[in-house]
């Protein structure tokens, strides 16, 4: 195996307008709708967004909100712990790399998730 071979690293950072230019160009027009249309009927891909998507569904497995399948609310404490699992592992990945306010919000839910999960689980 070769020792020189070259490992380049490159920062994106900085770089979401590009990305959405790109996101708008490649969506298809889905439904007699465009492009532009399709693409904005999402949040923004950002961190928030995914520690909020995950945490709210451990909301709805801690029977915090309705199943949106069902209109019910369920408890089901095994898949809670699992998402509460993969929220703390995204906190000890991304360690030192998130700005104050993503830090800040994945503390504070991954704090509330936690203490959902007692009460819960003392039911």
Excluded: W
């Excluded at 996101?23 to 950002?46: L, Y």
């Amino acid at each position: 195996m070769s020792e020189d071979k070259e490992f380049k690293v490159t920062d994106k950072r900085g770089l979401e307008k590009e990305e959405k230019s790109a996101v708008h160009e490649a969506a298809p027009a889905v439904e007699g709708k465009s492009a532009d249309e399709k693409v904005n009927q999402f949040p923004e891909v950002n961190f928030i967004n995914l520690a909020a998507s995950l945490g709210t569904s451990c909301m709805m497995h801690l029977g915090l909100l309705e199943n949106p399948s069902t209109k019910a609310k369920e408890l089901d404490l095994e898949m809670a712990q699992h998402e509460i699992d993969l929220l703390t592992m995204l906190e000890i990945k991304t360690k030192g790399n998130l700005d104050q306010q993503e830090e800040g919000f994945l503390t504070q839910m991954l704090y509330e998730l936690r203490m959902h999960f007692v009460e819960a689980k003392k039911k």
